[in-house]
Antibody, heavy 118, light 113 residues
Framework: QLQLQESGPRQVKPSGTLSLTCTVSGDSISSSTYHWGWVRQPPGKGLEWIASIDFSGNTYNNPSLQSRVTISVDTVKNRFSLNLDYVTAADTALYFC??????????WGRGTLVIVSS | EIVMTQSPDFLAVSLGERATINCRSSQSVLYTLSNKNFLTWFQQKPGQPPKKIIYWASDRESGVPDRFSGSGSGTDFTLTISNLQAEDVAVYYCQQYYSSPYTFGQGTKLEIK
């Protein structure tokens, strides 16, 4: 069974970089036709797609965050990562990693809450 | 960017009754070559990730009770929950994947009256 597990610091200082990793088990990123991405949800609010990547490293970004986002993939460790630069309180959210295919979000991790605070 | 707008924001329905949630997209999400609407409905319960319940606007995911149904095409869509059960309390989101950036509605919170 596919499992996606987010990991990373739970708190980040303002103007710092938020870094998260999603470890995939039950599917191989390098052989998968799927894309691997991130969706976030501020506390009590709705969902926002951030970015996705395929096994070749091709990236797909939401323009609203594109200038601050780096997404990368490690096919050896079967995981992918998100970096979000220059964070503010508005970036406080539950961050989900997802398996998706051109926006069809078929599988979600349980999410990890990241708080931006000094 | 396609903007998704749901109505209402909050809905209270009695057990056994019908709940209806609407979703409108700012442009059509119907891909005419395949005649498929690139529209998904998610159910999110507290402390859980969203769960896909309807895809292609009207197809139910495996294991989803048949009291859940989706309809609509183009820009206007509806999620209907018949014979509401206590376990259906959740926030429901529509989402389009017709074009990037993929976007969600703001959510509709469904509670029991």
């Amino acid at each position: 069974q596919l499992q996606l597990q987010e990991s990373g610091p739970r708190q980040v200082k303002p103007s710092g970089t938020l870094s998260l990793t999603c470890t995939v088990s039950g599917d191989s990123i390098s052989s998968s036709t799927y894309h691997w991405g991130w969706v976030r949800q501020p506390p009590g609010k709705g969902l926002e797609w951030i970015a996705s990547i395929d096994f070749s490293g091709n990236t797909y970004n939401n323009p609203s965050l594109q200038s601050r986002v780096t997404i990368s993939v490690d096919t050896v460790k079967n995981r992918f990562s998100l970096n979000l630069d220059y964070v503010t309180a508005a970036d406080t959210a539950l961050y989900f990693c997802v398996r998706e295919h051109y926006g069809d979000f078929s599988w979600w991790g349980r999410g990890t809450l990241v708080i931006v605070s000094s | 960017e396609i903007v998704m707008t749901q109505s209402p924001d909050f809905l209270a329905v009695s057990l056994g009754e019908r709940a209806t949630i609407n979703c409108r997209s700012s442009q059509s999400v119907l891909y005419t070559l395949s005649n498929k609407n690139f529209l998904t409905w998610f159910q999110q319960k507290p402390g859980q990730p969203p769960k896909k319940i309807i895809y292609w606007a009207s197809d139910r995911e495996s294991g989803v009770p048949d009291r859940f149904s989706g309809s609509g095409s183009g820009t206007d869509f509806t999620l209907t929950i018949s014979n509401l059960q206590a376990e259906d309390v959740a926030v429901y989101y529509c989402q389009q994947y017709y074009s990037s950036p993929y976007t969600f509605g703001q959510g509709t919170k469904l509670e029991i009256k």
